[in-house]
């Protein structure tokens, strides 16, 4: 039996519905890649601050110097500074490693090893003599 018109009318609606349908999406698509190529940078011309957010790096306890201050352990990871630290007496590595490591103030590092403010001042300037002088000793 052959369709009627009105059926095969009602038909070619839907098929036109379907395609236009189809196509809106099509468009809509590649709307849409367009707007996330126009962001995207390729990793060639990503700079190292952002490759280095996508990065880790494992660090071990055998890769830092250990210094132990009271009850503070403190760990340096330079090679070269932590020779120089070690060259140091006792007071001024201490001095030292309150100073830059700790961030403690002069008035701080006073109260905690019981000497005045110019002597621990004293000894930070003069501890930070030796490591320049150790630094350039062993330049490489």
Same mark, same amino acid.
């Given at each position: 039996m052959k369709p009627s018109t009105?059926?095969? +009318?009602?038909?070619?609606?839907?098929?036109?519905?379907?395609?236009?349908?189809?196509?809106?999406e099509r468009k809509d698509y590649?709307? #849409?890649? *367009?707007?996330?190529?126009?962001?995207?940078? $390729?990793? *060639?011309?990503?700079?190292d601050y952002l490759i280095?957010?996508?990065?880790?790096?494992?660090?071990? $306890?055998? &890769?830092?110097h250990l210094f132990t201050l009271n009850d503070f352990v403190i760990g340096v990871e330079s090679e070269k500074l932590g020779k120089a630290l070690k060259n140091l007496t006792d007071k001024k590595r201490d001095i030292l490693l309150l100073y830059y490591f700790m961030?403690?103030? &002069?008035?701080?590092? +006073?109260?905690?090893?019981?000497? *005045?403010?110019? +002597?621990?001042?004293? #000894?930070?300037?003069?501890?930070?003599?030796?490591i320049k002088k150790f630094m350039e000793e062993n330049a490489e």
């Open positions: 009105f059926q095969t +009318t009602i038909e070619n609606q839907f098929d036109y519905i379907c395609k236009r349908a189809m196509e809106d590649f709307k #849409h890649l *367009s707007r996330i190529s126009k962001r995207e940078i $390729s990793f *060639s011309e990503a700079g280095n957010q996508f990065s880790t790096v494992d660090s071990y $306890s055998t &890769d830092f961030d403690m103030n &002069d008035t701080e590092i +006073t109260e905690l090893v019981n000497l *005045s403010r110019s +002597t621990v001042n004293r #000894h930070r300037t003069s501890g930070l003599a030796l």
